[in-house]
């Protein structure tokens, strides 16, 4: 089961990602993940990409593919895997069908003010990194992390407009990459509007009415 995980940012891509790895024991591939961690160790890939990914720019399609095709052709491959941050431009979706042959293509799709609640509501711990939310999860002493106790606090770039904004990058940036694959019948949009708790499950189905079981 070779799959492309698509969708805006905030609307919970690597939270199914990982439920939907875990459930078909498939390896989840970030390239955002794999870049941050090459940056981490110091490694040449890591050197190579720093600046591009602090200032949040694409990284050049050469390099972008030249990690994906070794990352692909890893013994843990074989029986699919989950890309994640991958395809981001035309080229490297070009590509990846030189790589290998994709199976299916979700797309999670949910209305924009949903997105925009979910992400201008999130709060996050200073401390450890814990999420709340303000109305849907807020942590049980306001201002306090449940967890260690740190400061919880608002990203300033998850305020409404900012997020805004990013959707609509978003959607200039992908618009070429999801009519490439709806042209090529790969791509199924997934109601992303409701709860992971829900969304997972209905990912399941999905998979499961292509044909794709998990193994047991
Ligand atoms: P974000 O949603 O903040 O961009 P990601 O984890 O998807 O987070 O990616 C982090 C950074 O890694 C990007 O800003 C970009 O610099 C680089 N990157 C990840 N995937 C790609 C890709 N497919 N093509 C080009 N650059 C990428
Ligand atoms: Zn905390």
């Avoid at 030249?66 to 080229?91: H, M, N």
């Avoid at 959607?171 to 992971?196: C, H, M, N, W």
Wanted: net charge positive.
């Amino acid at each position: 089961m070779r799959l492309v995980f698509m969708g805006p940012p905030g609307i919970g891509k690597g939270t199914y990602a990982s439920a939907v790895s875990k459930k078909y024991g498939i390896p989840h591939i970030s390239t955002g993940d794999i870049f941050r961690e090459e940056i981490k160790k110091g490694s040449p890939l890591g050197l190579k990409v720093k600046e591009y990914v602090s200032r949040g720019e694409l990284v050049p399609d050469d390099i972008v593919i030249e990690v994906v095709r070794r990352r692909l052709s890893r013994e843990d491959c074989k029986k699919g895997f989950i890309l994640d941050g991958y395809p981001r431009t035309l080229r490297q979706a070009e590509a990846l069908d030189e790589i290998t042959k994709i199976d299916l293509v979700l797309n999670f799709v949910a209305p924009d003010e949903i997105i925009i609640e979910r992400v201008s509501g999130r709060i996050i711990c200073s401390k450890c990194g814990a999420i709340y939310h303000e109305k849907w999860r807020p942590p049980r002493k306001p201002g306090v992390c449940d967890v260690c106790g740190g400061r919880v606090i608002k990203r300033e770039d998850d305020r409404p407009e900012v997020v805004k904004h990013r959707l609509e990058l978003y959607k200039r940036q992908f618009a070429p990459i999801i009519e490439y694959y709806r042209r090529k019948g790969l791509l199924v949009d997934v109601d992303a509007s409701d709860t992971a708790d829900v969304v997972i499950p209905r990912i399941i189905r999905l998979l499961e009415s292509y044909g794709f079981k998990p193994p047991r």
